[in-house]
């Protein structure tokens, strides 16, 4: 009887405490999981989802009275390395960050640098609907900011993964 109880009191804490711990990863991971319900086939074409998600974020600021952000060419490439990481490791991370802020800023004179990832949403809009609904992503996306970058890379399974880079040049 002992044993009996020991082993539901054992599933209770174990069924507990996976439903107390969702962070913002598995929060988009879920949104993703939602939005693909169908299992629809979706091509997406990563050179318009990046125009289509900048053209957002710079309207989502304007509404908000901020000033747009230029387009930082020389920012891309980074953005683009980080995609290539995420996706060699199939995992949703700001591994490197530093390194990647350091060497941006030597290269634009920037005094402030901030990141949003997110991957496998399927829409420009979806995207900017997760960045809003968290907090890091919405404080970075409405910063003090004047330039941005943006990759879109797909996987091997034509899953988007998303870098946007902000930057501050004075």
């Known amino acids: 009887m002992k044993k009996l109880y020991g082993t539901l009191l054992v599933m ?3 069924i507990a405490l996976s439903n107390c711990s969702t962070s913002s990863i598995q929060e988009e991971e879920q949104d993703y999981a939602e939005a693909t319900l169908g299992n629809e086939k979706i091509i ?11 053209a957002l974020v710079n309207n989502h600021r304007a509404s908000k009275g901020l000033s747009l952000l230029e387009n930082s060419g020389t920012s891309y490439k980074y953005a683009e390395e ?5 996706i060699s490791k199939n995992s949703l991370s700001h591994d490197n960050f530093q390194s990647r802020a350091e060497k941006i800023a030597e290269e634009t004179n920037a005094i402030s640098i901030s990141e949003n990832v997110a991957r496998y949403y399927t829409s420009a809009e979806k995207t900017l609907e997760g960045w809003l609904n968290s907090t890091s992503h919405k404080e970075a996306m409405e910063g003090d900011f004047t330039h941005t970058t943006l990759s879109v890379q797909l996987d091997k399974q034509g899953r988007p993964y998303y870098t946007q880079i902000f930057i501050k040049v004075d």
């Open 12 to 14: 209770v804490l174990v």
């Open 44 to 54: 997406i074409d990563p050179v318009e989802m990046e125009s289509e998600v900048m």
């Open 82 to 86: 980080h995609n290539d990481y995420m």
